[in-house]
């Protein structure tokens, strides 16, 4: 056996046992992207005035988006009920720019984006293509405030029985988990990130 060989041998192994260990974590993460919605609010910039009226924006959404999506039972429901609402969306937030003397343009769309992880309070959500309200004032230059609209996890909240509903066991203990997925969670973000240039560059 030359040499290349006896390099490549163990080589191989080691990626096909690494391969192994992370495709069930990859699969779960992709299952979550594809069943959650997301909500993004980008601040004209990262000036604390910007950043404060972003808040305050989302309070208004988030208010509204309550009474809106209540009765929402699927994540298609809550892509299409976002569609046929934009208009109220952008006023809401185009109202409470007003109130707070800012003059500040919105808009307001939904998109199938590539999301980098991302920490939310007590869950984590993984890399990956998701569906999303993006709300971006002014120039949208500034860091975004986000979480779940479906389901209804930053809305008035989703009960245990409502998510074991949407999500499964091994999708609740991923975004639920701990440190211990780190690592995990970097491998997914990197396999994401090539797979969304493969797809939509």
Request: with cysteine; hydrophobic share 35%; net charge negative.
């Amino acid at each position: 056996m030359n040499k290349s060989i006896k390099i490549f041998v163990p080589l191989f192994l080691v990626f096909a046992f690494l391969f192994s260990y992370i495709t069930p974590f990859i699969n779960t993460s992709e299952q979550i992207s594809e069943e959650v919605f997301r909500l993004h609010i980008l601040a004209n910039s990262d000036s604390r005035e910007d950043q404060e009226l972003k808040l305050k924006v989302r309070d208004d959404i988030l208010a509204a988006g309550e009474k809106l999506f209540k009765t929402s039972s699927s994540l298609d429901e809550t892509i299409e009920l976002c569609k046929k609402n934009l208009d109220f969306f952008q006023n809401t937030a185009k109202n409470c720019l007003k109130e707070n003397g800012s003059a500040y343009g919105v808009k307001v769309y939904v998109d199938k984006e590539y999301f980098n992880t991302r920490e939310y309070e007590e869950f984590t959500l993984p890399s990956g293509i998701y569906n999303a309200l993006k709300i971006e004032i002014g120039q949208g230059k500034g860091h975004n405030w986000w979480c779940v609209m479906f389901p209804a996890i930053c809305l008035s909240g989703v009960t245990d029985d409502e998510l074991n509903n949407y999500l499964s066991e091994d999708e609740q203990k991923l975004i639920y988990s701990d440190s211990k997925y780190e690592i995990r969670f970097k491998i997914v973000e990197l396999y994401e990130k090539i797979k969304s240039k493969l797809l939509y560059e």
